[in-house]
RNA sequence: GCCCCUGUGGUGAAAUGGUAGACGCGCUCGACUCAAAAUCGAGUACCGUAAGGUGUGUUGGUUCGAGUCCGACCAGGGGCACCA
């Protein structure tokens, strides 16, 4: 028998055994309970690396163990097939966004399916197909229907150039990425879903989100920002009656008050735009930047004097100044501040900027008045209220609702619930969308496509030849008749936002070829919510709000009955590699790069020296990406799931290395000839020892996985194999020997899924691995009589003893004093204390 | 700028507030070999001959005891609503 293992033949029939028996194809039964597991679905970028693959491996691990642990797993796989890169692809390729989307998702399937993962293939979708997507624009009317949808004006990215909308990720520098021309703010008429309508609901929700991560649930609790505070109006001092309606969460400051500022895009900024130029070139100044929030908050904080002042609304005879500032967003609150410049930094910074006064108003519970200055540093800790008329000596919540009451008695203001989450806006000016059914009419307006005409589908004959939504050159696709009135009227052109078909494929899985509806209800109840999703932490916000929202909206409409999709969530880390450019500044892959004479990488082929580059993600753009293709026919995909697993815990990010790959290969290899080379004739060893840890493994592995700790799950597996080679080794007793080697394949089966059918097979097993069960541990031989005790002096440590387990206090107290490095350390000195931690660690103060 | 996370040997990492470095990679030495690869065995945080001391990004604190908890700071990463 050769003492290699023969990879590629092995993997490739075990992969066609499970395929044959169909073992991944689940239909609901009720003997058995079910089991959601899924891995967010890929983007059809273009090749499968290893990038992808450890989302996938990390949801077939998951499933593998459910499975033996005796669950009907459901595990499905599909394609977020919409997206911008397409579009980009077609025009760069002159090639059609649907024929680019489709071969790569052929591709990339024939990559999946290298990877022998536990997938129900027959429930595979891709969401650009219609029989997908008409679903999602039946439920847009129910939305409509529902008043969860509806239009209004927002801005977007615009390229005038181009004449195109530009997404955040094509705005560089402030300019279009083609163009280079400087980007604008503009308005368009747009969709959006009110998610805003379950703000709190969603807040609510995530209490119930245990088996999500903390960070998760802080992001999204953030991220819909419910604020309490106080909408209340300023008067202008001229025109007299007029007012500036205001919102804070800071009340209390209202005495520190020195400016206040508008947003550029405030009615009010607008109106003064008209007939003043240094106002209108300000907006425009502050307009030639994107509409990410990211490049707002850091773009340097601007303003303008509009000359306007406002009354203050308790100190008689006080005015403030108002300004337009880049840095007030018309989406938040009223669009509109107050500022205070000694309790705000960005109000401190804006003060200093154009001298305008610094009022502390909240003293730090240790200071007093006459110490305390404000320099460059707002004070945003508590404390109490001075400089502040009938405020003063309150506590910060106190003078809140002091301010509040008096505006509320005056019916000059109201407290007021404010969240920074906004409504989706779902319209997007592209092509490659799922496209929004409504058609506009002159006299009825926007009017829903009639149900018995969905799909609405993309025309097929579009060319990319010039930037901007080929449909709206389109010769015909847009002109019908009005469904209501029947007279000449057009298409929306735009199309949803691809989070769209993502915030509900998760039931889609569950009964994927139901033509007449998304979904039957029935086989979501039995499926859904998702036991276990697992993905990018990228996701944390956006797409998983999105779909929980989604959710909600589905239930309102009758589809479902349940609030939460997910109700576990693992978010993993991402697979990073070195990066390399070449002599021309240019990207080089791994697979063009070599050592070269003296060690240092070079380009194949010419042998110019390579540059080698930071550690990232994985990604097309940078190059660093390993294909799925060259690791399987290498090393084998159980070798390359081992490093992926083992190397790092799974929410961090791995590196992928050579070396790290051919140690697991190695590794492979060492369990495929430890269990065909044992001989389970032999009679001696320590089998009690053996027993111990065949057991102890099982126990402790099944709580690694239970708790998605693979990597210390396989160090445990390793353990249990180096354990098992010293008994072979040994000629340990043939009994046990099969005992732990049969516990072994079948713990390492979620893993290494191939070698363990194989070993598994060879052990004399006519049944698969795969349709076996979990090994259980015999509680008889978990844990040992004696422990180990550490004895520390004074917090150091001098000794360990073997003690009996559990002995009591007072005797390991003894005994540990009794130790000659204890007493040697202890200087002579009594005890003052002595602290036992009982099985663990015994600490003596002298 | 705001929200969230991470930081431990040469390196990937372990460690319910209780023996820091499990399990690997690499390296060193040895066995096998004509030789190499593969494989097997021993060693491997740092300083020190040793006794011992020092060590978990920096710094301060809580505690009998801190990698772990709290405060301040530094560095890196993710997200910020039209990348997915």
């Known amino acids: 028998m050769s003492d290699r293992y023969n990879v590629?033949?092995?993997?490739?029939?075990?992969?066609?055994?499970?395929?044959?028996?169909?073992?991944?194809?689940?239909?609901?039964?009720?003997?058995?309970?079910?089991?959601?597991?899924?891995?967010?679905?890929?983007?059809?970028?273009?090749?499968?690396?290893?990038?992808?693959?450890?989302?996938?491996?990390?949801?077939?691990i998951v499933a593998r163990y459910k499975r033996a642990r005796g669950y009907n797993v459901l595990n499905p796989m599909g394609w977020d097939a919409f997206g911008l890169p397409a579009e980009n692809a077609a025009m760069e390729n002159k090639t059609h966004p649907a024929k680019w989307t489709y071969a790569n998702i052929a591709a990339m399937k024939q990559d999946l399916k290298l990877m022998g993962l536990a997938i129900d293939w027959s429930r595979e979708i891709a969401t650009c197909a219609p029989d997908y997507y008409k679903h999602e624009q039946k439920y847009f009317l129910d939305?409509?229907?529902?008043?969860?949808?509806?239009?209004?004006?927002?801005?977007?990215?615009?390229?005038?150039?181009?004449?195109?909308?530009?997404?955040?990720?094509?705005?560089?520098?402030?300019?279009?990425?083609?163009?280079?021309?400087?980007?604008?703010?503009?308005?368009?008429?747009?969709?959006?879903?009110?998610?805003?309508a379950f703000a709190d609901d969603l807040l609510d929700g995530i209490s119930q989100l245990g088996g999500w991560?903390?960070?998760?649930?802080?992001?999204?609790?953030?991220?819909?920002?419910?604020?309490?505070?106080?909408?209340?109006?300023?008067?202008?001092?001229?025109?007299?009656?007029?007012?500036?309606?205001?919102?804070t969460t800071r009340p209390d400051t209202l005495f520190g008050a020195s400016f206040v500022a508008i947003s550029p895009d405030h009615p009010v900024a607008q109106k003064l735009s008209k007939n003043d130029m240094g106002v209108e070139s300000f907006i425009e100044k502050c307009r030639k930047i994107g509409t990410s929030e990211a490049v707002i908050e850091t773009a340097e904080k601007i303003g303008h004097d509009t000359g306007l002042t406002v009354n203050h609304p308790f100190i008689a005879g006080k005015t403030l100044r108002v300004f337009i500032a880049n840095f007030v967003l018309m989406d938040y609150g009223t669009g509109a501040i107050f500022g205070c410049p000694a309790h705000d930094q960005r109000d401190l910074d804006f003060a200093r900027?154009?001298?305008?006064?610094?009022?502390?108003?909240?003293?730090?519970?240790?200071?007093?008045g006459r110490e305390f200055a404000i320099d460059m540093e707002a004070y945003t800790g508590p404390g109490r209220l001075y400089n502040s008329d009938f405020l003063n000596a309150m506590t910060i919540d106190e003078a809140k609702a002091e301010v509040i009451k008096r505006f509320e008695a005056a019916k000059t203001g109201q407290g007021t619930t404010l969240y920074r989450l906004r409504d989706w806006g779902v319209s997007r000016q592209r092509y490659w969308g799922c496209p929004i059914p409504i058609i506009h009419c002159q006299a009825c307006g926007a009017v829903p496509v009639p149900e018995?005409?969905?799909?609405?589908t993309l025309p097929e004959d579009v060319t990319f030849d010039k930037p901007g939504n080929p449909v709206y050159n389109h010769p015909t696709w847009k002109q019908v008749k009005c469904p209501t009135c029947g007279k000449d009227a057009e298409r929306e052109t735009d199309t949803f936002d691809t989070f769209f078909e993502s915030s509900w494929y998760q039931f889609r899985y569950c009964d994927p070829h139901n033509a007449k509806e998304g979904f039957a209800k029935d086989k979501v109840k039995h499926w859904a919510p998702v036991d276990q999703y697992i993905g990018g932490v990228e996701h944390a916000v956006m797409h998983l709000l999105y779909a929980?929202?989604?959710?909600?909206?589905?239930?309102?409409?009758?589809?479902?009955?349940?609030?939460?999709?997910?109700?576990?969530?693992?978010t993993q880390g991402m697979v990073v590699h070195e990066t390399y450019k070449g002599e021309d500044g240019k990207w080089l892959s791994p697979a063009d790069i070599e050592k070269g004479h003296n060690g240092a990488y070079v380009k194949k082929g010419d042998n110019t020296p390579v540059t080698v580059g930071r550690i990232e993600k994985m990604s097309k753009s940078r190059k660093n990406v390993i294909g799925l293709e060259e690791v399987s026919v290498n090393f084998g995909i159980d070798a390359a799931r081992l490093l992926i697993l083992s190397d790092s815990p799974p929410e961090r990010d791995v590196e992928w290395t050579e070396g790290g790959i051919e140690g697991a290969w190695k590794y492979v290899n060492?369990?495929?000839?430890?269990?065909?080379?044992?001989?389970?004739?032999?009679?001696?060893?320590?089998?009690?020892?053996?027993?111990?840890?065949?057991h102890g493994t099982i126990d402790m592995m099944t709580q690694d996985l239970e708790k998605f700790h693979f990597n210390k799950g396989i160090a445990r597996?390793?353990?249990?194999?180096?354990?098992?080679?010293?008994?072979?080794?040994?000629?340990?007793?043939?009994?046990?020997?099969?005992?732990?080697?049969?516990?072994?394949?079948?713990?390492?089966?979620?893993?290494?899924?191939?070698?363990?059918?194989?070993?598994?097979?060879?052990?004399?097993?006519?049944?698969?691995?795969?349709?076996?069960?979990?090994?259980?541990?015999?509680?008889?031989?978990?844990?040992?009589?004696?422990?180990?005790?550490?004895?520390?002096?004074?917090?150091?440590?001098?000794?360990?003893?073997?003690?009996?387990k559990d002995l009591a206090a007072s005797d390991a107290e003894k005994a540990a004093l009794a130790e000659t490095a204890v007493q040697k350390a202890m200087e002579g000195k009594a005890a003052k204390k002595v602290i036992v931690v009982p099985n663990r660690i015994i600490n003596v103060v002298v």
Request: proline share 5%; hydrophobic share 40%; glycine share 6%.
């Open 452 to 456: 018995d005409q969905l799909p609405v």
């Open 213 to 247: 991560p903390e960070k998760v649930r802080l992001m999204q609790e953030n991220w819909i920002g419910k604020s309490q505070g106080l909408k209340f109006t300023f008067e202008f001092t001229k025109p007299k009656g007029q007012r500036l309606e205001i919102y």
């Open 143 to 196: 939305f409509l229907k529902a008043g969860l949808a509806y239009q209004k004006e927002s801005f977007v990215n615009w390229d005038p150039i181009e004449n195109t909308v530009l997404a955040n990720e094509q705005v560089v520098d402030g300019r279009g990425w083609r163009s280079g021309a400087l980007v604008e703010r503009r308005k368009l008429k747009q969709w959006f879903l009110k998610i805003t």
């Open 548 to 570: 929980r929202f989604f959710t909600r909206a589905l239930k309102k409409c009758g589809y479902l009955d349940f609030d939460e999709p997910f109700t576990a969530l693992f």
């Open 8 to 60: 590629k033949e092995t993997e490739a029939r075990w992969q066609k055994a499970w395929e044959d028996s169909k073992c991944f194809e689940v239909t609901e039964r009720a003997d058995k309970p079910k089991y959601y597991t899924l891995a967010m679905f890929p983007y059809p970028s273009g090749k499968l690396h290893v990038g992808h693959m450890r989302n996938y491996t990390m949801s077939d």
């Open 353 to 368: 900027k154009y001298g305008l006064d610094v009022i502390p108003v909240v003293i730090p519970p240790d200071k007093d």
């Open 717 to 804: 597996l390793r353990e249990l194999s180096n354990a098992l080679e010293d008994f072979s080794a040994a000629k340990g007793d043939g009994a046990v020997l099969r005992e732990g080697c049969e516990a072994l394949v079948r713990l390492m089966a979620p893993v290494m899924p191939h070698l363990a059918e194989e070993l598994w097979a060879h052990l004399g097993h006519k049944e698969m691995v795969v349709n076996s069960s979990w090994p259980e541990a015999d509680k008889d031989w978990i844990g040992s009589d004696t422990v180990t005790i550490a004895i520390q002096v004074n917090g150091k440590l001098r000794a360990t003893i073997q003690l009996p």
């Open 670 to 694: 060492r369990l495929w000839r430890l269990v065909t080379l044992a001989d389970f004739n032999g009679k001696g060893g320590d089998t009690d020892a053996m027993k111990r840890k065949i």
